[in-house]
């Protein structure tokens, strides 16, 4: 397993949390002299990294496999292909529900402009994906006048063209919506109205309908909506071909999820552009 990284300290501690807040984890590449650092691990199915936050602002991408990043806000899936951009101090877990060749960049705060301010889903062109893997192969103190300066400059270029992607499903707190989430994240093709999903719930669909726009800004058909596309997305990237995909998310017809998939994203469900 290779690494250039690693989430304890030199003495081996995690720093404790703040109060109210979650634990800072110290890496070198938090601290680290340079205007960005790039981390290599590979991970296995399963592990969880916890609630933490960082120094630095992130860019996470794998090579390989689906991360799934959740804030205290926003439930995130980032398939191989796509990146999460979290700016500095943003609380968030990183689940690998498999395995996971994970390939990612800290940013100081003058690097760290390029990006959005706040937590983003972004495309990842073939240009990036290069510099960010040229950026792990680098030593965490590159020559800022040679190789590793050109990358970092061409990198916050990218970072700044870079398009957003609507791969984030706005995170539900009510205990009540939190059943159904749970439900619906494990079998995204139940197409259950809200009031099927009342008894379940413990709630009238009514209660229901209000919490979720409470919560999420959103109907509850529109936040399903999301959920589904954020779950094709991890399976198209697993291989799964895209007529078995809109299956497994709940489409009626392959032809209805490539509508649906086109008009969030811009491309087919095969990776195509929109015309």
């Not at 720093?15 to 340079?34: E, H, M, T």
């Not at 981390?39 to 933490?52: K, S």
């Amino acid at each position: 397993m290779a690494t250039s990284g690693q989430f304890l300290s030199p003495t081996g501690q995690v720093p404790p949390p703040r109060s109210g807040q979650a634990p800072l984890r110290d890496i070198p590449q938090d601290a680290v002299d340079r205007p960005l650092a790039g981390y290599a691990h590979d991970y296995a199915g399963g592990h969880d990294t916890g609630l933490h936050q960082h120094q630095r602002a992130q860019l996470l991408y794998a090579t390989a496999g689906a991360m799934r990043v959740e804030t205290l806000a926003t439930h995130y899936v980032v398939p191989a292909g796509r990146a999460l951009w979290v700016p500095a101090g943003e609380p968030h877990a990183v689940r690998m529900a498999e395995a996971v060749a994970m390939r990612a960049l800290f940013l100081r705060q003058d690097a760290a402009s390029a990006g959005p301010a706040s937590t983003t889903v972004m495309a990842v062109t073939p240009l990036l994906h290069e510099l960010i893997l040229a950026a792990c192969a680098e030593p965490l103190e590159w020559d800022v006048e040679g190789r590793g300066g050109h990358l970092a400059a061409l990198i916050k270029d990218e970072i700044t063209r870079a398009a957003s992607q609507p791969l984030g499903v706005a995170a539900l707190r009510d205990a009540r919506l939190k059943r159904l989430a749970q439900a619906l994240r494990a079998n995204p093709s139940d197409s259950r109205t809200l009031e099927e999903w009342a008894p379940h719930c413990g709630a009238s669909p009514r209660t229901l309908a209000r919490l979720f726009h409470a919560e999420t800004g959103l109907g509850f058909s529109a936040w399903r909506q999301a959920l589904r596309l954020a779950e094709a997305s991890a399976l198209l990237a697993g291989g799964m071909p895209p007529t078995r995909v809109a299956a497994a998310v709940g489409y009626a017809s392959a032809p209805a999820f490539g509508a649906a998939y086109r008009a969030a994203f811009g491309v087919t469900p095969r990776g195509r552009a929109s015309s």
